[in-house]
């Protein structure tokens, strides 16, 4: 029973914070919509689409506002949000008639728009113009959306209690106090949170202090009810019950320097039998320390923005780009793999960077006008707008260039990395960069480039490599992580695993967005790694954002 005793916090892990899936919020709301009744004004309701094989579904509606042509809906819409998948959204609006289905006459129909969830996110608060069918604007209709994480990591916190004047339940020595506290559900079924650890022989304890997340705590709810026992210690484990008393993390929260926090422990039938009785002790809140962990979430919507770069292979090993069975050939019916790659991934990256301006490099090309080799060479000249541009710049590239060698990536990382280090100007700290490496072999500087990693791991920086084609890529998977810590050739290990490899024919047969899930994954974990190490807040980010941008 001893070791049952033992200062315990079940429902959390103090080696990690806890996981749980991030949930958005939406909170939507119209202006100047369109008047399509001719006594009053429209009775608009939104409906929110979700895009899932291709075919649009409906969500969730918000209710119905009479004769309002500037809703404000009360509803909220909640989501799950995965920033490795591309989340297709639909809103339309509608002009409700009594209990008609809405979409019966075309009438009804007030505007609607298309978006992403990762653009809603990323700009926290999306306004768009409401459009009609075949793309007509609605007058001048808008929407405007908001987004909120609501369940996040929100941290842990450290509390520290004690106890005077408990009641003694022991006839030769005095009680051995501990305190247990429960978190209650929305069921009302009561989980275990915190068992301290027994005081022996004492009715004034002073337990160790002890970390909780608050998700095991109050569940990210400050008004979860707490309840909270004393128990006297009985090696048999009949425990005598000292008393009780009610909290929340709210209530916890007021403590301030010089004023505690406390609570009577009350013995509820000894509140019903005895008339005069006021407690059986009390509890004390002797201090709180609130640590708050950050989710990626924090950091988009506190204005990091996501700088998309992409290096592609021009080796000779890909064959002819004049030849069918060239890695590199131009198929007008169906996009080779470095595009299915390429836009997979992209798609994805531009919706968190409010310029939609990407590089795009390549490697292992010699160029005109001398033919030389290039170490990295540059698809465009200027960055170019969207992914669709990237895709426009590859294929206009090459027929200019001759494919050649090495496969040498190092210096691309080491190119990037230092973009990424910037030049020392506060409003570098809200940019994160996401390098895609697009290769058909194995690298022949891997020496280089396991430094170059180990560099580029001090920098707000990612890489993705996709291994293209049939090659054996066994010795890329070094460069991955997964299988233990990357080192330097002098033995220095990466400060953040930054890198994630994957061969395309593992997804040949699957969908684009099976290929960017797998290799996005990490990188929401591996931007909250960077900003933590830095200990830069998102609200440092958004101080950025209002004086820069």
């Known amino acids: ?23 958005v919020e939406l909170r939507v709301s119209c202006k100047a919509l369109l008047d399509r009744d001719t006594l009053n004004k429209s009775d608009p309701c939104v409906i929110l689409m979700v895009q899932t094989n291709g075919q649009w579904t409906e969500l969730d509606r918000t209710e119905v506002i009479k004769s309002n042509l500037h809703p404000v809906f009360a509803k909220v819409f909640s989501l799950d949000y995965y920033f490795e998948e591309v989340q297709k959204l639909r809103f339309e609006v509608y002009d409700i008639h009594g209990t008609h289905s809405i979409g019966t006459r075309d009438d009804d129909f007030l505007g609607g728009v298309e978006c992403t969830l990762g653009q809603i996110v990323a700009q926290k608060k999306m306004v768009k113009p409401l459009l009609l069918k075949y793309g007509k604007y609605a007058g001048k209709s808008t929407i405007t959306v908001h987004a909120e994480e609501i369940s996040g990591n929100n941290g842990y916190v450290e509390l520290s209690f004690c106890a005077k004047k408990l ?64 128990w006297d210690y009985d ?43 006021k407690n059986s002790g009390v509890v004390i809140l002797n201090d709180l320390k609130l640590h708050r962990v950050y989710s990626f979430l924090d950091y988009i919507m506190g204005g990091c923005q996501i700088h998309f770069t992409v290096a592609i292979d021009f080796t000779a090993s890909n064959g002819d780009p004049r030849n069918s069975c060239s890695l590199h050939y131009i198929n007008p019916y169906q996009p080779n793999e470095y ?51 990237v895709v426009e710049a590859y294929q206009n590239c090459l027929p200019k260039i001759q494919l050649y060698g090495p496969t040498n990536v190092a210096p691309i990382i080491t190119r990037i990395a230092k973009l990424a280090a910037g030049d020392g100007n506060i409003k570098d700290a809200s940019r994160y960069h996401i390098l895609l490496i697009l290769t058909d072999g194995v690298v022949t500087d891997m020496a280089d480039t396991r430094e170059a990693i180990v560099r580029a791991s001090y920098q707000p920086l990612s890489i993705i490599i996709v291994g293209v084609g ?23 290990p990466v400060l953040r695993d930054i890198v994630q490899f994957v ?37 440092y980010l958004n101080f950025i954002c209002i004086i820069y941008y």
Request: charged share 25%.
């Open 235 to 277: 090696s048999r484990g009949k425990h005598d019950f000292i008393g009780e008393f009610f909290a929340t993390f709210r209530e916890m929260q007021k403590i301030s320097s010089g004023n505690k926090v406390t609570w009577d422990c009350v013995n509820p039938k000894y509140k019903q039998k005895k008339r005069n009785y």
């Open 167 to 230: 009641d003694d339940k022991d006839l030769f020595s005095k009680s051995d106090p501990f305190l247990e506290i429960y978190r209650i559900n929305d069921d009302e079924t009561e989980q275990l949170v915190h068992r301290t650890e027994v005081i022996k022989n004492n009715l004034n304890p002073v337990w160790e202090p002890f970390k909780v997340s608050l998700i095991s705590l109050c569940s990210c709810d400050e008004d979860r009810k707490l309840k909270c026992l004393v």
């Open 470 to 492: 049939n090659a054996d890529f066994t010795d890329m998977q070094i460069l991955d992580g997964d299988d233990g810590v990357l080192r330097s050739p002098k033995g220095e």
């Open 1 to 23: 029973m001893n070791d049952i005793l033992e200062a315990t916090s079940p429902a959390t892990s103090l080696s990690g914070p806890a996981t749980c899936v991030t949930k």
């Open 339 to 389: 595009l299915k790659a390429l836009i997979a991934v992209g798609e994805i990256c531009q919706d968190y960077d409010s310029d939609k301006r990407f590089s795009a490099l390549g490697f292992g090309a010699r160029i005109p006008p001398n033919y030389e080799v290039s170490i990295h060479v540059h698809i465009s000249a200027l960055p170019v707008i969207c992914i669709q541009g």
């Open 503 to 539: 061969p395309f024919r593992d997804f040949k047969t699957a969908s684009p967005a099976a290929l960017a899930k797998c290799v996005l994954a990490e990188v929401p974990k591996q931007v909250v790694e960077y900003y933590s190490h830095k200990a830069i807040s998102p609200m």
